[in-house]
């Protein structure tokens, strides 16, 4: 007798949880060190020591009713200044405190911007690019909107662009991008920025309602061989950049994150006030006050990230050699290799026989992949690759 | 080109909150002691040493990783059980752990309840009684259900059942109910939840569905004269208990709390999966780590909340010797006295103009009243009160 909407999907959990689940089962039968879990995308680096101090000497030194009180709804004003101040430092931007709206991390900073920009149960739509993070789908659809898929370019995992110009129409309201990617790793180039700017730009133009980019930036920092990564709002006006501190200081259960806009978007006047109609609406309120002030004081801080690129350039390398087919990632803690077969779902239950537990790739709206996470000890991944080529040799015969 | 339902509404806050800006402004004029600010509910007394400690100790002893890391969007298995054994020991309950589905406060509960309860855009309907928190009617229309209003009975501000009785119908969906009420301060006797919940079962049984009672009790501890209040699952079955720690630990900022429900309600196979699937729509993700393991910590700790026993005695006994009429309050710390007019609005600018800051009661869906947060030190208190007098002086002329 509960909500229809709802019911149908009750206890329903993601294929990556259940198979998190699994390995967690199984390792109480053969030992957690003989089963190798890459399924979760959890930061497996401590935050810089730097974050617990700050939120001691708080704690110790500061009005208790201040530090757990009611933060406002779009968040602290000096939190929100040392954001804009650290964006403007990197990426030469002109960030103030008014372009940056505080959110319960990434998730809810996208589904604010899903429901800002679409209207519910309208014919209105949200483009995403295969593969893609499937908890996107969900908050779509949450907001009452139509998710448009651009399928996957395998070749590369850029922008399957033929497809997205084809599927652009008067409803398009936002298409949401995630660089460096999960699942695949890969960092949009400047060349598919570029491309994708102008195609954007031309059907904004063409349709007459702007069509806005929802950068979804939770990876920024874990960049691999001193890469940089494109800032997309240097290349398209009307892009909402979201981000959270879950990776950058490895606080995914703290709930920090935010949304940033310059003052050259179209809505720049009334942004912030719609997004907080939505957050009023949706019952968020506030961001978790004492770790609004630990970003506030750690904002240029960053986790030793270094065993991702470590356990990167181990399994590229071996997976290779021994005959795997991959794109290089760029970044994340994520390497998308091509399965032995075309059914992905069915090479992930082979692998999970040699108690490698990898998630297949149809989870992320994606044919005949596979993804590694490689947020884990370095030994526990040099300890999987004799079963990966245990595995190929299965399937070579 | 923002979504029309939030661009309506983009940059409104609410009367309250105007108020207390207004007052920060008038600070700036006539100096802080001289503004009489009773316009907002933030509790004024810290949160009890052991939270501090607890956090600390957390952060030094235990792994980053988990302390920062992912919590399962029902919560933590250790804080759940807690949280149970806390309200068994105190309601003599059988909760266990899956009856307790950890959000993000109570705000974060209630809207999770009314889109368990109510279908977006279908007739659903939600029932609220007068005088209520003006944000339930927000996140109510949030969830594309309509607001039925059962008008106040301010005699006494117990429940106006016979206007209750008239408005139940086939698509009423739930009714939320807050005791110790904010704005009233009144907690509802016994007898007017074994009224409620012989009217719902009535109507359940006619409608053939269940009517759940929503139970928003953030308010609970702050009870006064040794009063208990009656804990509502105990006379009405189908009850879903929302709460926050915001009070009851001074932790309004760090955003935790939950939903509890009995084996024994309706939906209870259901219930949780269909929490959790609300929750993961919402981005709502999962509810702050380090502060879950605080609440599992502290669970039986209290702020020291006598203050507001203070300032109830001190108002309540002034206010009523001096001819303003009001309903005493049993708890919170809200007193909702009747204003010296029919205008609540107009009552409360010639209020401002002795810089004593009231909400008008029309925010509260009720005529002809104002409320007064006294979660302020006593001074303020003591200092308002010749300012109240000389307001009904003025109008008795």
Redesign the interface.
């Known amino acids: 007798?509960?909500?229809?909407?709802?019911?149908a999907?009750?206890?329903?959990s993601s294929v990556i949880r259940e198979i998190f689940e699994y390995g967690k089962k199984r390792a109480a039968v053969v030992g957690a060190d003989n089963v190798f879990d890459f399924s979760i995308g959890?930061?497996?680096?401590?935050?810089p020591e730097m974050?617990?101090e700050t939120?001691?000497r708080i704690?110790?030194t500061e009005?208790?009713?201040k530090?757990?009180?009611?933060?406002s709804a779009v968040g602290y004003d000096d939190t929100r200044e040392a954001i804009a101040a650290n964006l403007n430092r990197r990426y030469h931007m002109q960030y103030h405190k008014n372009n940056i709206f505080m959110t319960?991390?990434a998730?809810?900073a996208?589904?604010?911007c899903f429901?800002?920009?679409?209207?519910?149960?309208q014919d209105d739509e949200i483009m995403v690019c295969a593969p893609y993070f499937p908890?996107y789908k969900?908050?779509i659809?949450?907001a009452?909107v139509k998710v448009t898929e651009i399928s996957a370019d395998p070749k590369d995992f850029q922008i399957n662009f033929p497809e997205l110009e084809s599927k652009l129409n008067v409803h398009t309201r936002a298409i949401i991008i995630n660089s460096p990617n999960n699942p695949t790793g890969v960092v949009y180039s400047e060349d598919t920025l570029k491309k994708l700017a102008a195609i954007l730009e031309e059907a904004s133009n063409r349709f007459g309602?702007?069509i806005y980019i929802i950068s979804d930036e939770p990876y920024r920092e874990i960049v691999f061989d001193d890469k940089t990564v494109p800032y997309v709002p240097h290349f398209y006006k009307n892009t909402l950049v979201c981000y959270s501190y879950s990776k950058s200081l490895?606080?995914?259960?703290?709930?920090v994150g935010y949304i940033a806009f310059t003052d050259e978007i179209?809505?720049a006047d009334?942004?912030?006030?719609?997004i907080?109609?939505?957050a009023?609406?949706?019952?968020?309120?506030?961001?978790?006050?004492?770790?609004q002030m630990v970003v506030r004081d750690c904002v240029d801080a960053l986790s030793d990230i270094s065993v991702y690129e470590t356990n990167r350039n181990i399994l590229y390398k071996a997976l290779t050699q021994m005959g795997y087919q991959c794109v290089k990632p760029d970044g994340t803690f994520y390497i998308f290799p091509r399965c032995l077969e075309e059914d992905a779902e069915n090479f992930c239950k082979r692998a999970q026989k040699y108690d490698l537990l990898v998630v297949p790739s149809t989870s992320f709206s994606c044919d005949s992949h596979f993804r590694l996470s490689y947020c884990v000890p370095t030994k526990r991944v040099e300890r999987a690759l004799p079963l990966f080529e245990k595995l190929i040799k299965e399937y070579r015969g």
């Open positions: 007798m509960l909500a229809k909407k709802y019911t999907v009750a206890g329903q959890n930061p497996s680096v401590p935050a974050v617990n939120a001691i704690m110790q009005d208790s009713c530090v757990h009180g009611y933060p319960i991390g998730a809810s996208i589904s604010l429901r800002v920009l679409a209207d519910y149960g908890e969900c908050f659809e949450g009452g309602r702007p490895s606080l995914p259960g703290e709930r179209s809505d009334i942004m912030l006030g719609t907080g109609a939505v009023r609406e949706m019952g968020y309120v506030g961001v978790p006050s004492l770790f």
